[in-house]
């Protein structure tokens, strides 16, 4: 939810006056689209209306322009040599981007980086749009660690995977973050990017610029719930240990794509552990 926002309730997520006077509203205050449409999402209206609502198309890039997709970073073949292991795609879509791989982690790697964290978790954060501080919030009921870019050969070993599987500059890449969801854990739809609109992005891309890609990976086996949901598509990917779900969002001209609206549904039965690598479009200089 967008910092000093109240969002309307209504049972049936209807455009009601009051959700109209609502985005009047928050687009004078100079909020994103974006960020109202996934607030919107959240308050349980269909992503096509919410779109609607706002006046896009249908697959805009966030400034309003006709997003413009690349040819995908990722790898066309079947499998993928990354760096030190062959992984599989087992599903693919041409836009937005996505592709569903198996093998990327082996299943002594998924453990290995769930017995390291497991003692040391805290809850999760995310950028506040308007400052670009690191926030708790409801919407992300996970807690996790992460690992700085080569920690040490182990982590190092998975960073240069995961970034030749990626197709782009290991440096570029965010340390890879871990996290777990209890049952009923979840994290409501939302984009992995920065909307330019909002004031924190600034603070957020200046250590690298935008993001551009995001990689999932499944750490174990859920026993129920849990999956990877694209609301627009109608997607909903389930979590296998040592499997993936890979995004793109960023194209050459910087346009996003606004169709990689994600999240994660809630945990019905066990937990889940994942993995998830971010890639910037330059040098990520974090400490």
Known sequence: MLDGMVVPSTPR?????????????????????DSLIADMVRAGFDPQDARQALGHSGTPAPDGTAFRPDPPRIARTHRILAAD???????RLERPVIAVLDDVLAADECDELIARCAPRLQRSTTIDPQRGTHEVIADRSSEGSYF????????ARLDRRIAALMNWPLENGEGLQILHYRQGGQYTPHFDYFPPQDPGSVAAMAIGGQRVASLVMY????????GTVFPELNLTVMPRKGAAVYFEYCNSLGQLDALTLHGGLPVLRGEKWIATKWMRQRRYTAS
Do not use: H, K
């Open 148 to 155: 700085p870019l080569n920690a040490d050969p182990f982590i």
């Open 85 to 91: 292991r062959t992984v599989t795609v087992a599903m």
């Open 13 to 33: 997520a209807a455009l009601t006056p009051q959700w109209r006077a609502w985005i009047a509203e928050n687009l004078a205050r100079g909020c994103s689209t």
């Open 219 to 226: 750490l174990n086996d859920v026993e129920a719930g849990g």
